[in-house]
């Protein structure tokens, strides 16, 4: 007598089938910023983010140090780049020689940029946000 070796009838596992050329896929970088930007957000789990992008976590990390090391622009939250302006007194005379000289002192996050007049923008934007991606 031959007892069965498969038993058909009991339950399996999940599986999943990828049906499909199996190429590279090409990301932008606001596709890639946008994507970060959501990982960061309050609450959010970096695995269930990618997860949602069909992206490994692995990768979605390897996108976040970019971001962190300048490489990769996030997305501006409400799209403007405005923040509040604080005026202070200037703490020493060299604030003074800066101020007579057209300078303005950005300090985000304890680091100062220092911004002469006619400052390219984009540039200005990508060197502040790679400092706030910094810290």
Request: no cysteine.
């Amino acid at each position: 007598m031959v007892d069965p070796i498969i038993d058909g009838s009991a339950p399996r596992g999940r599986i999943d089938l990828r049906i499909g050329v199996g190429r590279r896929r090409y990301w932008s970088g606001q596709e890639k910023g946008r994507i970060v930007a959501e990982s960061y957000a309050s609450g959010a789990v970096v695995s269930e983010v990618a997860r949602r992008h069909d992206l490994t976590p692995q990768h979605l990390f390897g996108w976040r140090k970019a971001a962190r090391d300048g490489r990769l622009a996030l997305p501006d939250r409400d799209g403007s780049l405005f923040v509040p302006v604080v005026v202070a007194p200037p703490r020493a005379a060299g604030a003074a020689a800066e101020a007579a000289a057209g300078l303005i002192t950005i300090e985000v996050a304890g680091a100062a940029v220092r911004v002469e007049r006619g400052v390219d923008l984009d540039w200005l934007t990508t060197v502040l946000r790679a400092v706030k991606a910094a810290t």
